[in-house]
Structures are given as C-alpha cells and as structure tokens.
Nanobody
C-alpha cells in the first residue's frame, strides 16, 4: 500500500522557520518527481515547490521563492520543505505529492499519490 505521510507542521510566529517532512511507504521515492502543495482555508490548493528525482533541479511558486527550499534524501525515502521567514499568509495545510512524470509539473492532476497533509499556522 502506497502512503505519503507529512509531518512537522505546527504553530509558529511570523519570521520563524519550519521543516516539513514527507515520508514514503510502499514506493521508492527516488523514482518519483515530488512536490509540495498547500491549501489555505476557503481557498483552492496551490502549488508550492517541486523537485526532480535526483534532487538536482527544483522549481518554486513566486510566493515562496527565496524563502522555501525543497530537498530530498532518497536514502531515507523522504522529501523535505524548509520554510524560512514565514508569513501569516503561509498558513495552510501542506501536502506532498508524487508523480512518475520526469518533468516538473505544477498541475495537480499530474500527480499520482498524495499525503493527507500537515497543518502550518503562522501567527503575526
């Protein structure tokens, strides 16, 4: 059974930092392009960042570029999202997703597997 399990979300003050983790079970994450998305209350889910299978190439949304870093440790079958200089508008449920596509897709329907999400709340 394939599972993506996110962790690391919590309440944090603005300008603080967090590291989110996405651990995979039932699949070898090194063979999947992996991304982070987020969904704020009352809003649609939006793309945050994506990394290729090796971790050598990343792409970010404009809203997080320069503040967030996506990385992966294939030996641990885990992908990370390091978030710095957090803002209240970063408050959302954060999801990881995996696709067999070798490109770096930003559209949700390109992804085969999703986690259940982890809540990040940033207070001002």
């Amino acid at each position: 059974q394939v599972q993506l399990v996110e962790s690391g979300g919590r309440l944090v003050q603005a300008e603080g930092s967090l590291r989110l983790s996405c651990a995979a079970a039932g699949l070898t994450l090194s063979t999947y392009t992996t991304a982070w998305y987020r969904q704020a209350p009352g809003q649609e889910r939006e793309f945050v960042a994506v990394t290729d299978r090796s971790g050598g190439t990343q792409y970010y949304s404009d809203s997080v570029k320069g503040r967030f870093t996506i990385s992966r440790d294939n030996a641990k079958n885990t992908v990370y999202l390091d978030m710095n200089n957090l803002k209240p508008e970063d408050t959302a449920v954060y999801y990881c997703a995996a696709t067999r596509m070798s490109l770096l897709p930003t559209l949700e329907d390109r992804y085969d597997y999703w986690g259940q999400g982890t809540q990040v709340t940033v207070t001002s």
